[in-house]
């Protein structure tokens, strides 16, 4: 007979990790599947925003994550699951090399960054197009980049570039940037940092490498002509919640998983933490606090014998 | 044994991980980090014909980005 863990994990970033650390000290059978660690939260450069770390960065953050995981002997297997099912209160996760069987599931998945579907984006993707301004900003020293994004990572990305660039475009569509106010004004006060509001990227060219951008400027609906050499793309989320099935209604219209404060889903056994879920603060703290709710409630629930096997 | 040159970024996680797994691997490997020098970047650029890192260079098999399958079919029979 196959095994039936009391809980199965997926995603091994903030939420996962916390989640499997309060699994563990409860002593639960649970399995952790997961295609990297540390997801989005590696690619997250200066974190400056985490209790107990005044300054760290994505990648020391999530060693310190491995290295916690270590300690309670946690190995998470590494493949990609691609479908949910339930029947009878035993929830089947499908990955792409296997099949695990599960009392209870804590969904800790995040999200990937999200593309703007312009002409020239994916041809020129690393030749000058990059959704990563930790990975490949200091390629560009010296040189001229426009960032696309309105928010916090568009912000950290222009401060960045604004060290390592010679001239550095921050373009929104909103009237304004958002997120952290410190951050706003940080990147307002770089004398080599321009920002453009209201601007809707419409294509990116160049023949080998890109040679610039062309966006619709709202305030006089006229196209604009950029001579830029890099493209950061940095305009949001897309949660990765699409192996989960969407007759059962658990996903916004964003695709974000919808909980309540207990990280319970309307599936019963089905739990949620992190930035794949509908709370509105993509945080680390946040995720790790959601992880450890979850991971507190799956036990609740095994323990309230809710979870009952129908044969 | 094949010689094995690595152009990283300082904070990049993918870079982090190819030497990990080079480490994990017992390969040795040259680390050329491309914002302490503007030459290497050049360098990479010119090697890969991209912008993104990491780029392994195993004897002029160029690899872009993390993939332990691509540095493991290089390096047979090494």
């Given at each position: 007979m196959t095994e039936i863990y009391d809980s199965i994990i997926i995603g091994a970033s903030a939420g996962g990790i916390s989640a499997a650390i309060y699994l563990k000290r409860q002593n639960l059978n649970f399995l952790m599947i997961a295609k990297d660690i540390g997801g989005e939260m590696v690619l997250s450069g200066i974190v400056e925003n985490y209790p107990g770390f005044p300054e760290?960065?994505?990648?020391?953050?999530?060693?310190?994550?491995?290295?916690?995981?270590?300690?309670?002997?946690?190995?998470?297997?590494?493949?990609?699951?691609?479908?949910?099912?339930?029947?009878?209160?035993?929830?089947?996760?499908?990955?792409?090399?296997?099949?695990?069987?599960?009392?209870?599931?804590?969904?800790?998945?995040?999200?990937?960054?999200?593309?703007?579907?312009?002409?020239?984006?994916?041809?020129?993707?690393?030749?000058?197009v990059s959704y990563c301004y930790v990975c490949d900003l200091p390629l560009f020293k010296n040189k001229i980049v426009a960032i696309v994004g309105g928010g916090n990572s568009a912000n950290e990305a222009g401060i960045m570039g604004s060290k390592i660039c010679q001239k550095v475009y921050v373009i929104?569509?909103?009237?304004?940037?958002?997120?952290?106010?410190?951050?706003?004004?940080?990147?307002?006060s770089k004398p080599n940092v321009e920002i453009i509001?209201?601007?809707?990227?419409?294509?990116?060219?160049?023949?080998e490498f890109v040679k610039g951008l062309k966006y619709l400027d709202k305030n006089t609906n006229e196209i604009k002509d950029l001579k830029v050499d890099g493209v950061f793309i940095h305009i949001g989320l897309k949660p990765n919640s699409d192996f989960i099935p969407d007759n059962w209604q658990v996903k916004n219209e964003y695709g974000e998983i919808i909980v309540n404060e207990l990280c319970q889903t309307k599936i019963p056994g089905l739990f949620a933490a992190g930035d794949v879920t509908n709370i509105p603060h993509k945080q680390i703290g946040i995720a790790v606090?959601?992880?450890?709710?979850?991971?507190?409630?799956?036990?609740?629930?095994?323990?309230?014998?809710?979870?009952?096997?129908?044969? | 044994m094949k010689k094995i040159i690595i152009y990283t970024t300082t904070y990049c996680p993918w870079c982090k991980a190819t030497k990990e797994f080079l480490e994990k691997n017992g390969?040795?490997?040259?680390?050329?980090?491309?914002?302490?020098?503007?030459?290497?970047?050049?360098?990479?650029?010119?090697?890969?014909?991209?912008?993104?890192?990491?780029?392994?260079?195993?004897?002029?098999?160029?690899?872009?980005g993390f993939s332990p399958e691509e540095i493991m079919a290089a390096l047979k029979n090494d």
């Open positions: 760290t960065n994505g990648v020391e953050l999530t060693e310190k994550f491995k290295e916690h995981l270590k300690k309670y002997q946690v190995e998470p297997v590494n493949d990609k699951v691609i479908a949910l099912e339930k029947n009878n209160s035993v929830f089947t996760v499908k990955t792409e090399k296997n099949s695990y069987q599960a009392k209870t599931v804590i969904v800790a998945t995040g999200s990937t960054p999200k593309k703007l579907n312009v002409p020239g984006e994916e041809k020129l993707y690393h030749r000058g929104t569509k909103n009237p304004e940037m958002k997120g952290d106010k410190f951050l706003i004004e940080e990147l307002k509001n209201n601007a809707l990227t419409q294509e990116i060219y160049g023949d606090g959601q992880g450890i709710i979850a991971a507190l409630q799956v036990s609740k629930y095994l323990n309230s014998n809710k979870w009952i096997l129908k044969i | 390969y040795s490997y040259e680390e050329r980090n491309v914002e302490e020098n503007n030459e290497w970047a050049n360098e990479m650029v010119q090697k890969s014909g991209q912008y993104g890192v990491p780029v392994i260079d195993i004897e002029g098999k160029i690899i872009i």
